[in-house]
């Protein structure tokens, strides 16, 4: 809690005197409150039901998965995984992997994590009818059984690189025995979902809708205790009242994509720190390759693979990205964001060649007919619409800019700025020419496949109807190979997908946390921010009274 | 006594009160068909609009087809407009506005409930402060019309006026929060208030918070009340009752504020009942900027978000308070104005 002094003297005795109490409570060493600012509700903060991001931010203090992916994120590679609820995992076979529960973990209701845990979470997962988006990612598994008190065992369809991460991430264990007795279709409006019962460091404290939500330590969590009893989540969805609550020190951190123009007044207080971390996000330039709002007629510009190779050489991404991010991205050459571990076997894509777009236009027979500087071929004139959200600050600072540099090489670009629900609607359907796209992808390139295969093209999120053979073939290849030996599959795939230029890949950017500098052993993870807060501290020397218990 | 139907000629009392209470139930009549037509066309629009309401709900991550469909079927999005608009007025009429698409699965009439105590009282605080200081400073300059301080006080009330709130709003923030540290940025408390605090604690952080929203929100419209309230005055004060109340002896507080300022009462009168409205959803921008958890700022993330549910409940509320400010302004003029009471 902070004293604040008011301009009018009433306000500030009021305030003082009431605050003395709290202020003179003892000191605990062990004790410590942080206040973080996300911009939605945690309306389902368990895992396995919701993809949004703050309920995922919230389940990852509840719950635990079975194991974690080491700091590499290397997703086929079980060996880098790190213990979570499970101390231990083997490999029977190349179906066949036995997990060992911890026999020290807990739910907070006291009742010990099993099996039964673990097997009921995931067959629920597993279930169409109630996540079809998790059936699908969990399609793989064929079983899962109890094979000891405390060894579950996942049995796999197949051999592929990637199942220790399909048995981890997708199925974080739930309590069995508070949920079975409530119909899959009531879980979302039940009691349970308004109050949590989890094994992670911090247990269910309060929340007052549309304003905060409390957590609280676990104080026997048995992987250490938590150092800071106190976890503040502040909803706030204006941009401008989450980074000013964190400048006035209402809040101790907010996780922001940075832009160099909004450094300037955090780097101006000298209680706050920036701290950088690689991303899963990546933004580009998606071609749609059928006709706008049509995906039974190919694109009458874009189809033609040697156009939508001109367009990015004509793109300087370089001078883009850093104009517009600084430090705070960089440039991709393919779907992966700078976390991905495959990212760093990616092929170099080609850089800025404005000439030798020109040319590649001019040998599809494009030319400037009536020489107002936009190339026309057959009556149809190099013309192309950008979508993209307003609420894009990154997007909307990079859109002129393309424009610009098109232009240079005869094609001219219409900027549709779209309200936020708009541009997704849009896109969705097919009603684009070049889409502004940014999506925080999963840790495992086998995600790929969900936005750029044959198989998905034209539904689901492969809104471009994207469609390379030699990318499918590749990929599965790559999906089937396991360990880091897996990597010059990958590198074979994203070099097939390079080929067919069905985007310019532009940025990642890096995934910022603005925090309070009384904070020690601060991390944060891209594939869950917070995963690691429990082991944050208060140094001693800069408490503050809002970090008394 | 006749409330209804003809009057008997020796009732003279009781024709009037049977008048107003025709003309009242009449003007709710017609406030009610207003509202019925207005929740039609609002809910027709909002259907009608570009945009996805279940885009927020995955934060733009891969979701299955099947997904998106089990979606559209909870918040019933499959259904035909028609069949949706029967459903809706059915389930409004009994109060009900559904589940917000959002915050699911809380109910639209829980988040309303929520949001509706500070939004009344960020309303009734801005109220309170323009029928106080706004009233006095109009009547103030009246009384002085031509003087320096009616000058000055014009000038700075034309600056209020004509300053953008989002601009107000921010540069209040960024001196007196982020510079000074002497008010807080946002948030209607400080969410780290210890649970033990006592009350006086609490009052001053309550205060603390509302001080800046409130003055975001009173400039504006302290200056649109000064206008009225001076002009008003200055053309009762020219009149010949107030001359003649001079003449009785009658000292200028006593003309001012009972005889001239009663009847120069009018057009705040119609001020007022037009922000009834703000009193009730809050000022969308001010509410989102300083984190106030009110109507505005709900029904500003609905609309960012095309959550129709919550957003056809916070329009109605609103539509609500129009027409109710309405009547309300009509019944304060019959009450202080004989020459316009019905019947």
Known sequence: ?549 | MALVGRPLPTDRAGSALGGVLRWLIRRLLQAAATFAVVAVLLFVLMRLAPGDPLARLTDDRPVAPAERARLEAIFGLDQPIGTQLTKFLSAAARGDFGVSIEYYPLRVGELVQNRLGPSLLLGLTVLLVNVTLGVWLGVLQARRRGSRLDRWLTRISLAGYAAPSFWLALMLVSLFAIKWRILPAAQMTDPLLPTDAGWLTRAGDLLAHLVLPTVTLSVVTLAATMRYQRSAMLEVLRLDFVRAAYARGLDERTVIWRHAWRNALFPVLTLLGLWLPVLVSGAVFVESVFNWPGLGSLAAGAIATRDYPVLMATSLLVSGAVLLGGVLTDLAYQALDPRTRAG
């Not at chain 1, 760093?344 to 020109?358: C, E, F, L, Q, V």
């Open chain 1, 1 to 549: 809690m902070r004293v604040r002094s008011s301009m009018a003297g009433l306000l500030a005795v009021l305030v003082a005197a009431s605050f003395a109490g709290p202020l003179a409570a003892q000191r605990d060493t062990q004790s410590g409150t942080i206040s973080i600012v996300i911009g939605a509700e945690p309306t389902l903060p368990f895992p396995g039901l919701s993809l949004a991001k703050a309920n995922m931010d919230v389940a990852s203090l509840l719950f635990l998965p079975l194991a974690r992916l080491g700091r590499q994120f290397i997703t086929s590679d079980e060996k880098t995984y790190e213990p979570a609820l499970a101390r231990s995992w083997r490999r029977t076979d190349s179906l066949t992997l036995v997990f060992e529960l911890d026999p020290r973990a807990r739910w907070h209701d006291g009742k010990p994590v099993t099996p039964r845990d673990v097997i009921w979470s995931v067959n629920r997962s597993r279930d169409s009818t109630i996540s079809p988006t998790y059936a699908l990612l969990l399609r793989n598994i064929a079983s899962v059984t109890a094979t000891g008190e405390r060894e579950v065992t996942f049995r796999f369809r197949q051999a592929y690189g990637d199942q220790i991460f399909d048995a981890t991430a997708f199925a974080v264990p739930l309590p069995a025995h508070l949920l079975d007795t409530i119909p899959p279709d009531r879980l979302a409006a039940s009691i349970y979902a308004r109050q949590p019962v989890g094994n992670g460091p911090y247990r269910w404290g309060k929340l007052e809708a549309g304003r905060q939500l409390e957590l609280n330590a676990v104080p026997d969590f048995f992987l250490g205790t938590p150092k800071l009893h106190r976890v503040v989540f502040l909803i706030v969805r204006a941009a401008e009242a989450q980074l000013n609550l964190v400048l006035d020190g209402t809040a101790d951190a907010y996780e922001a994509s940075l832009l160099p123009r909004q450094i300037t007044p955090i780097v101006e207080q000298p209680s706050l720190d920036i701290k950088t971390q690689s991303s899963f996000s990546v933004g580009y330039l998606l071609f749609n390759q059928k006709a706008f709002g049509d995906r039974s007629t190919p694109h009458p510009i874009l189809a033609d693979r040697a156009v939508r190779q001109a367009l990015l050489l004509g793109i300087d991404r370089q001078r883009l990205v850093r104009a517009v991010f600084g430090p705070y991205a960089s440039v991709v050459d393919g779907p992966m964001g700078q976390a991905t571990w495959i990212r760093r076997h990616t092929p170099k894509g080609p850089g800025y060649d404005p000439a030798a777009a020109r040319r590649l236009l001019a040998a599809q027979g494009w030319r400037d007919s009536n020489g107002d500087g936009v190339l026309d071929k057959n009556g149809t004139k190099l013309s192309l619409r950008l979508s993209y959200p307003g609420t894009s600050t990154a997007r909307v600072g990079m859109a002129e800019p393309i424009q610009a540099m098109l232009r240079q090489i005869g094609v001219e670009v219409e900027l549709l700025r779209l309200d936020g629900p708009v541009w997704a609607e849009r896109r969705a359907k097919g009603e684009f020419d070049i889409d502004f796209s940014q999506a925080t992808l999963m840790p495992t390139p086998a995600g790929l496949v969900q936005s750029w295969s044959c198989a998905s093209s034209g539904g689901g999120s492969n809104v471009g109807s994207i469609c390379s053979p030699g990318f499918d073939e590749a990929y599965k290849e790559a999906a089937r190979t396991g360990g880091r030996a897996a990597a010059d599959r990958w590198r074979d795939a994203i070099g097939e997908l390079q080929q067919d230029y069905p985007a310019v890949f532009l940025y990642s950017p890096a995934q910022a946390l603005v925090v309070h500098r009384r904070y020690r052993n601060v991390s944060i993870r891209p594939d869950g921010t917070w995963t690691d807060l429990w082991r944050w501290s208060v140094d001693p020397s800069q408490r503050i009274a809002r970090d008394q218990r």
